[in-house]
């Protein structure tokens, strides 16, 4: 038996969620002259009927109240369907959708899933609004891309869970896990398709910019590479590509810096002079590209196939060979210094040596100088590592574009942590 107070706020969120979809459909489809099945207080209504059907339901033992509600509403909006079908010829039944939706929604909050109904309730109202979007992206879709989204869901849903998960063997082969390397595969493969709907829904330098801030917050490395190899095939892109891949280097000191902060907040005392540092510069030489940029590169370009299934396949191998590389180094020379181990493992993967070295400092393992050297050792590697992806694989405009900026993050970075460490 739920307490009244409990029962009023669910019940409250279900007219809130039911009066939110309605404010949807009257402002898409309301207004003077024009007439709708439902607006934003008969839904919120039929989100407040669900609720009070769930409840009697549940008081009374009889789960047919609440399917005959349903039923009820169901007909009632089929009833005004083909009457409107029938005088207006209109056949979309979206309308109609929303409303068994807002009634689902009403019997979700009285069961106290809220979560999951406000959830799908901002959802749908999301997905109803972007209407226009979403029209001009189905219209903008080939063969090719569909084939595409379906190698995508192949790799992903198909493969990778076969996959064991587990090291092939003994150090240094223990770093070689089948499923950790193809999740990287999966990984640089939603980045290309990522970035390739938000170019359809937001035209090319909105898409690039932001696939480049949300991959930097994953793998700076994988935006690095996708954006590169796509640059030879689409070179007028050069500097929204540029941005996108210095927006991304510039999230990983950011990233850096907050897993020093939650492991050891000492270390990050240290550190984080010459970390923010790069980080101010990449992000100021992003800001150069932003307001440098040319007319030329607003050029409309036709984007081929999103998904390279060759390309991640050779960044799967590289990833397993650099980070086979690392752990080599590491097993063999031993304790010949904490820098080299540092600069080696930056080679392949920044976040594994940032949390070791803020864990080994903080037991004591470490100084906390050594471990701020042996960090900036990694940060700078692994953009060191970034600036060749650029340099072999991008094209040359965009070798010009990105090469200022690498370069002026390592002199900096480097710079400020030989004077202040």
């Known amino acids: 038996m739920f307490q009244e107070p409990q029962l009023f706020f669910r019940l409250f969120a279900a007219l809130a969620m039911g009066f939110l979809i309605g404010l949807q459909r009257e402002h898409s489809h309301g207004g003077p002259g024009r007439e709708i099945l439902a607006g934003e207080r008969t839904f919120a209504l039929i989100g407040a009927s669900g609720f009070l059907a769930a409840l009697m339901s549940d008081q009374f033992g009889q789960p047919l109240i609440y399917f005959a509600a349903i039923a009820f509403v169901a007909a009632l909006t089929a009833i005004g369907y083909f009457t409107e079908a029938t005088q207006k010829g209109r056949v979309g039944i979206t309308s109609e959708v929303s409303v068994l939706l807002a009634m689902l929604l009403g019997g979700l909050s009285y069961w106290n899933y809220l979560g999951l109904a406000v959830a799908a309730a901002i959802g749908a109202t999301l997905l109803l609004s972007l209407k226009i979007e979403t029209d001009k992206f189905v219209a903008a879709l080939t063969r090719e891309d569909i084939l595409a989204a379906l190698q995508f869901a192949a790799v992903t849903a198909i493969v990778l869970p076969i996959l064991p998960n587990t090291p092939l063997g003994p150090p240094p082969l223990d770093v070689l896990n089948p499923f950790n390397i193809w999740l990287m595969v999966v990984f640089i493969s939603g980045i290309s398709f990522l970035g390739y709907v938000l170019i359809k829904l937001l035209g090319a330098d909105h898409g690039i910019r932001i696939t480049g801030f949300l991959g930097g917050l994953v793998s700076s490395t994988a935006v690095t590479l996708s954006f590169a190899q796509r640059s030879i095939k689409l070179p007028k892109l050069a500097k929204p590509f540029?941005?996108?891949?210095?927006?991304?280097?510039?999230?990983?000191?950011?990233?850096?810096?907050?897993?020093?902060?939650?492991?050891?907040?000492?270390?990050?005392?240290?550190?984080?002079?010459?970390?923010?540092?790069?980080?101010?510069?990449?992000l100021g030489y992003a800001v150069f590209l932003m307001l440098a940029k040319r007319r030329s590169d607003q050029d409309a370009v036709h984007f081929s196939n999103p998904f390279d299934l060759l390309s991640a396949l050779r960044f799967g191998l590289l990833y397993a060979a650099v980070l086979l590389m690392a752990r080599s180094a590491q097993?063999?020379?031993?304790?010949?210094?904490?820098?080299?181990?540092?600069?080696?493992?930056?080679?392949?993967?920044?976040?594994?040596?940032?949390?070791?070295?803020?864990?080994?400092?903080?037991?004591?393992?470490?100084?906390?100088?050594?471990?701020?050297?042996?960090?900036?050792?990694?940060?700078?590697?692994?953009?060191?590592?970034?600036?060749?992806?650029?340099?072999?694989?991008?094209?040359?405009?965009?070798?010009?574009?990105?090469?200022?900026?690498?370069?002026?993050?390592?002199?900096?970075?480097l710079g400020t942590a030989y004077w202040l460490l």
């Open 242 to 282: 540029a941005l996108a891949i210095l927006v991304a280097w510039t999230m990983m000191f950011a990233r850096v810096m907050v897993e020093v902060a939650v492991v050891n907040r000492d270390l990050l005392r240290v550190v984080w002079p010459p970390v923010v540092a790069s980080g101010l510069a990449g």
């Open 331 to 413: 097993v063999y020379l031993g304790d010949t210094g904490v820098l080299l181990a540092g600069f080696l493992s930056g080679l392949a993967d920044v976040d594994a040596i940032t949390l070791s070295l803020a864990e080994l400092a903080r037991s004591g393992g470490l100084s906390l100088d050594l471990a701020a050297k042996a960090l900036v050792n990694a940060v700078m590697a692994n953009t060191l590592v970034k600036g060749g992806m650029v340099l072999l694989a991008g094209s040359a405009s965009l070798r010009r574009a990105v090469l200022p900026g690498l370069v002026l993050i390592l002199v900096v970075g």
